[in-house]
């Protein structure tokens, strides 16, 4: 039981540059959720799923889409990456709604744009 | 907006001491409050979670108290250990699935 997986660990990129990070989960959990963690901030909701096929803006969406074509995968999409995007990006999952249900953290990503 | 403050930022604490960390909120519906613990390079993990039903929740050396009136909770921390040394987060939610994670407590735990 893998529970939460990241891919990948490290990235950097040059400002304009796309990319995708791939969530995966083996906890048959119908949440999940990208979250990015920056310094003195915390942890900001950026998109999450409620179940395959549906996704919803979180806290801090722009400039971030997010795809749940598989209840296991949830995939968050850089489309144009800004040095504003650097952070360390962590997915989550719950089997539940955040009132009742813990979180489950992946291990992070940590994007640096130049 | 931050609408839940977390303190201190940081905080240094002898082995066999006693962390505090305070959590104040501002949204009314907030109806569960964990805090979870992060290690360095790692995710966050569930410490320790409750409800406005109680005023406080012990688990082993972690205890959360819980004032309403006063909108905020904290975390202490008896007995601190050097395997304590990690990051909190206060965190709050609602049923509607509105939620906010406090900025977060580094804790040091000196031998």
């Known amino acids: 039981n893998a529970g939460v997986t990241q891919t990948p660990k490290f990235r950097v990129l040059k400002t304009g540059q796309s990319m995708t990070l791939l969530c995966a989960q083996d906890m048959n959990h119908e949440y999940m959720y990208w979250y990015r963690q920056d310094p003195g901030m915390g942890l900001r909701l950026i998109h999450y799923?409620?179940?395959?096929?549906?996704?919803a803006k979180g806290e801090v969406p722009d400039g971030y889409n997010v795809s749940r074509l598989k209840k296991q995968n949830f995939l968050l999409g850089l489309e144009s990456a800004a040095p504003s995007q650097t952070s360390v990006y962590f997915c989550?999952?719950?089997?539940?709604?955040?009132?009742?249900?813990?979180?489950?953290f992946g291990p992070g990503t940590r994007l640096t744009v130049l | 907006q931050q609408q839940v403050k977390q303190s201190p930022q940081s905080l240094i604490v002898q082995k066999g001491g006693i962390s505090i960390i305070n959590c104040a909120y501002e949204n009314t519906a907030f109806d569960y409050f964990p805090w979870y613990q992060q290690f360095p390079g790692k995710g966050p993990a569930l410490l320790i979670a409750?409800?406005?039903?109680?005023s406080e929740k012990k688990e082993g050396r972690f205890t959360i108290s819980f004032n309403k009136s006063a909108k905020q909770f904290s975390l202490h921390i008896m007995d601190s250990q050097p395997g304590d040394s990690a990051t909190y987060f206060c965190y709050a939610t609602d049923s509607w699935g509105k939620l906010q994670f406090g900025a977060g407590t580094q804790v040091v735990v000196t031998p």
């Open positions: 989550a999952s719950t089997y539940g709604g955040l009132s009742t249900d813990t979180q489950y």
């Open positions: 409750i409800r406005p039903d109680v």
């Open positions: 799923s409620v179940g395959e096929g549906t996704t």
